[in-house]
């Protein structure tokens, strides 16, 4: 008798293999316990590192690097991780998934899990965060970032028809672009308005600037009788102080200005160039506001007898386009609008310079995915209700049945 | 299935690489924003764009030929030293700003330390005058056997001093050294005196002074009950950044306000444990700075003194807003005054208030003090003014 020949085994093409793999349930398990994994050395690595570093080797990274002795160990960074979850959970969740009425309220959980992702992803990217601090009777129309830097080139408007006096431009490099610098390594900028290229090099992170004692014995650069002393990264990231050797060379082809720029100095680099003088500085990094905030009143209650404050709000008012809206701003309430978030955060001692007033903080957070956990969480609850309810009606119906 | 998802991990992770590319990118400037012209410095030094621009003086005033300056050190703001005539020694002469005590207070203490038999208000009263920092001050001229704070006698010495007296604070000037020094130098002293201001900018205005007003006080009784002397245009003006008596605090429930100095704004007993004491001062000026009088807290119990690069490994507490340092030693105890305490504990607090320093210290048998921690940071965290 003859037997029917096997029927040959077709090889899965590499897109289905990458279909099938990407979206098992196998890679979910393994997404899932990196996941774990990284977020427990996340948060020891917070101890040494600070919040600010620890998050952003482990969470925002899209491979980490520890070391077992001396062996490196190369891991997937949180990012990468993240958007593996995602990837396998779009198509294993939602496009593999067997859409049944026994599986549509995993569906719609799914559908949440995937909206929280994106709100991550929105936030990581389009998001900006920082401090506003107002004296009472002051307003501002920029809130200053808490970690980011930026370097700054300001020049004064001449000529054109929208010429004013008073008037400067602000030509800025985002901290992203230099931040992460080699100490022997040089940037050039440059701009079509500006006589010159601006070249930045020896940048550190956290340094102080120190007069030079003459003795020769300093190795670093010693510009204009100061030099940058390189110190070890702070754990807490806004106490870091960058600086940099910045040499202003003029496109003419004249003498080349050549100083130094530091994170607090309290005057900016000046620079002149064929007969204008312009600045140079090394902030944290301003974000514009579409309004004007203006600090009314701030009142502190403290727990009786002592000086700690139980409470602390204050009375703003937001100045756009003209009109006027007061509103205020306490601890738990905070002020949203367009896209922003004031959050009452904290307050300061006076000092001399405002005659003795207090100075309201606010920590202003523009994040366009806000609210869009709160969406996921309500989503992935309806999911849960559908999911667990269907069951639940099943079973009662089923009970009755056989009573 | 599993064999293949580590290669793929791989593939997505190099796909993903070159999207993610932040390294560092020179170039053309992208953003640029038209803003208001900043009221900045274009003709700042480094010094003064990056914090090292020395303060104003403290003070002015007219150097005689051949004194020579020298640093200031604790309690001494001014700081000279003028060369011996003949065989005789060197002497010195430093400008101090005391935080209470009065007139008649401070000029028998000089007395005291020339072996001399305190002065009567009448005798005061009978002393020279002269023009110090706007005030009409007792010029003092003793002679005697002159006791050093090391216990040391030096014989055939001179004094010659002067005591301004202000609502909140003390101003003296003193001159110590071999008579023969100290006689040729006595017209140079006075001339010196009356040319000493306390520079306006870095003070600011007289406590309690009312806006427009052209009484330098303002009105303001000064520490010997007299009314104010007027009449000097230049009237220099000086005040602590806090004023000691609007100091407030929250004390401990067991403590009781005990008898202090003239030297302290409050002094307090722990009832349980006799011979310890907290108690708080505030000196006009550097006073030496925060590092010099922890080392000098150091030295009452015997320890080695620490640099400006221990100060951040010791405890920090929030006092008055300002970030303080907490000492806490122990050791045989030896204060400028009062007796030994053998086996003492001491906690102390230099609280750079900008202008003048806070002092809070709290020392006693450390069998005692030892229970006493939290109730001295409670106390130092709970002072406002």
Same mark, same amino acid.
């Given at each position: 008798m003859n037997q029917a020949a096997p029927t040959p085994t077709i090889p899965k093409s590499l897109p289905r293999r990458a279909y099938d793999t990407l979206s098992s349930f196998g890679l979910t398990v393994v997404i899932l316990v990196l996941m774990l994994f990284i977020t427990w050395k996340g948060t020891l690595a917070q101890v040494d590192l600070g919040l600010y570093e620890a998050q952003k080797k482990?969470?925002?990274?899209?491979f980490i690097i520890e070391r077992a002795g001396p062996i490196p160990v190369f891991l997937p960074g949180g990012y990468l991780l993240m958007g593996a979850l995602f990837v396998n959970l779009a198509l294993g969740?939602?496009?593999?998934?067997?859409?049944t009425k026994a599986t549509i309220g995993i569906f719609v959980i799914h559908i949440g899990i995937a909206l929280m992702l994106i709100a991550g992803f929105v936030k990581f990217h389009h998001s900006s965060e920082g401090a506003l601090r107002l004296y009472v009777g002051q307003q501002k129309t920029e809130f200053v970032s808490y970690h980011d830097w930026e370097l700054v080139i300001g020049a004064p408007v001449t000529g054109g028809q929208d010429a004013q006096d008073g008037e400067w431009r602000e030509y800025v490099v985002p901290g992203e672009r230099f931040?992460?610098?080699?100490?022997?390594d040089r940037l050039s900028f440059t701009h079509d308005d500006l006589p010159f290229r601006t070249e930045l090099h020896g940048f550190t992170r956290n340094a102080m600037v120190r007069p030079d004692?003459?003795?020769?014995?300093?190795?670093q650069a010693v510009v204009d009788g100061f030099w940058i002393e390189r110190r070890p990264l702070d754990s807490?990231?806004?106490r870091n102080l960058a600086a940099a050797y910045v040499d202003v060379v003029p496109t003419s082809g004249s003498t080349t200005v050549r100083g130094l720029v530091w994170g607090v100095q309290k005057e900016p680099l000046v620079a002149e160039v064929d007969g204008t003088r312009y600045t140079i500085d090394l902030r944290k990094r301003r974000f514009p506001l579409d309004f004007t905030m203006r600090l009314d009143e701030f009142q502190k209650t403290d727990y009786p007898g002592t000086t700690k404050p139980v409470d602390y709000r204050s009375w703003v008012t937001k100045v756009e386009d003209g009109v006027e809206q007061q509103t205020e701003i306490s601890m738990n309430e905070p002020l949203r609008h367009q896209g922003y978030i004031f959050f009452q955060s904290a307050f300061d001692q006076p000092d001399r310079a405002s005659n003795g007033e207090m100075y309201s903080i606010f920590a202003v957070v523009r994040n366009p995915s806000d609210q869009w956990p709160l969406y996921s969480c309500i989503i992935i609850a309806a999911g849960l209700l559908l999911h667990f309810g269907r069951k639940l009606f099943r079973y009662a119906r089923t009970q009755s049945a056989g009573a | 299935m599993i064999r293949s998802t580590p290669r793929l991990f791989l593939l997505l992770s190099a796909g993903l690489l070159p999207a993610c590319d932040d390294g560092p990118r020179g170039g053309p400037i992208e953003v640029v924003r038209t803003v &208001?012209?900043? %009221?900045?410095? $274009? %003709?700042?030094s480094g010094a003064k764009r990056f914090g090292y621009e020395a303060p104003p003086p403290l003070f002015l005033f007219d150097l005689p030929e051949n004194w020579r300056e020298i640093e200031p050190a604790p309690l001494r703001d001014l700081n000279f030293t003028i060369p011996g005539v003949g065989a005789a020694g060197d002497a010195e002469c430093y400008a101090s700003l005391l935080q209470g005590g009065g007139t008649l207070d401070n000029v028998n203490r000089w007395r005291g330390q020339m072996s001399l038999d305190p002065y009567s208000d009448d005798e005061l009263a009978a002393l020279p005058v002269v023009d110090v920092v706007g005030r009409r001050s007792v010029l003092v001229d003793i002679e005697g056997t002159f006791q050093s704070m090391s216990g040391e006698a030096q014989d055939e010495y001179r004094l010659l001093g002067v005591y301004a007296a202000f609502p909140a604070f003390g101003f003296s000037v003193k001159m110590i050294g071999p008579r023969e020094t100290v006689t040729a130098e006595r017209d140079a002293f006075v001339r010196f005196v009356e040319s000493l201001l306390l520079n306006p900018e870095r003070f600011g205005g007289m406590p309690g002074m009312a806006a427009g007003s052209t009484d330098p006080t303002g009105g303001a009784r000064d520490q010997d009950g007299h009314d104010p002397h007027d009449? @000097?245009? @230049?009237a220099a003006h000086a005040s602590a950044s806090v004023d000691p008596s609007e100091l407030t605090w929250i004390k401990p429930a067991h403590w009781t306000v005990g008898e202090g100095s003239?030297?302290?704004v409050v002094t307090f007993d722990v009832p349980d444990s006799p011979g310890s004491q907290c108690w708080v001062t505030v000196l006009p000026g550097? &006073? =030496?700075g925060v590092l010099m009088n922890l080392n000098r807290w150091r030295r009452e119990v015997g320890l080695d003194p620490i640099t400006? =690069?221990? $100060?951040?490994?010791l405890p920090h507490l929030r006092v008055l807003g300002r970030d303080s340092v907490l000492l806490e030693v122990e050791g045989g105890y030896q204060g400028m005054s009062g007796p030994r305490i053998d086996e003492a504990l001491l906690f102390g607090v230099v609280c750079d208030l900008g202008d003048s320093l806070m002092f809070v210290k709290m020392v006693g048998p450390k069998s005692d003090l030892s229970d006493e921690r939290s109730h001295f940071i409670a106390f130092c965290e709970s002072l406002s003014s």
């Open positions: 482990y969470f925002e990274s899209l969740g939602m496009v593999r998934l067997r859409r931040i992460a610098l080699g100490i022997d004692s003459g003795d020769g014995r300093t190795s807490k990231a806004e | &208001a012209a900043p %009221d900045v410095d $274009l %003709d700042a009449g @000097h245009d @230049h003239s030297m302290r550097t &006073a =030496g400006e =690069g221990d $100060l951040d490994s």
